[in-house]
């Protein structure tokens, strides 16, 4: 695109030299031609020297590259403001593009990617365990009792739990890990390659201390609370993103109903 602009660009400042130069050619041909004019007029004048027909012809052609020349840097200085004009809408047309990305991908709620961002990137993390053949896991979390907090407090309530859920998996896990929330209620962990069954189950472990340090000094009267299921993908694993998604949740909702019969 970049490319392409800049060709138009130099392009279009090359037909605007050549169509000055057209127009100095123009105005020196007429010039010339009134100069032979002049020459048949001192034929039967003969009292006008050949001293001021010569000055008067240079005038003349002074005047004609003067007009020819203010023209020329006039029609420049007007394509210059219309590069500048046409540079500034691309670059402005380029921002709103890459905010309109950002925006498709990312959560308004939490600012964590959205489904469709988190499907894009976890696969293509999972062919980079592929190819490097590393294991990975994926953690699925589901916020507890939020249709409680949303009924008991409203939705306000309900969204703040949220985005307090999206600051405790921030503080969790490291930038290189990928956070999403996929759903009202739903996320999901996806951290970086190369992790073991203990290294997961201490992730889950220290996420489940900052659950309880949140509790400690929140005053909303909600708990925050999450169920939590880890799916695996070992060395040679050829399933999808989509096969780890749905057993992590299985899993999850194990977890859930456990809960519910305690």
Sequence with gaps: MEQT???LIITIRAKLKLLSWVVVLI???VLLLNM???SSILDYIPSVSMAILLIIVSVLVLIGFYISRKVSLHAI???NGLVVSLQNEIAERKRLEEELKILATTDELTGLHNRRGFLTLAAHQLRIAKREKKALCLIYADLDNLKTVNDEAGHEAGDTLIRDTAGVLKATFRESDLLARVGGDEFVIFPAI?????NSERMVARLQENIESYNAVNTSGFSLSLSVGVSFAEQGYAGSVQELLSKADKLMYEQKRK???R
């Design 77 to 79: 200085n007007s394509l």
């Design 194 to 198: 190369g992790l073991s069954d203990v």
């Design 36 to 38: 032979r004019i002049l």
């Design 5 to 7: 602009t800049d060709t």
């Design 259 to 261: 809960k519910k019969e």
């Design 27 to 29: 105005i020196s041909t």
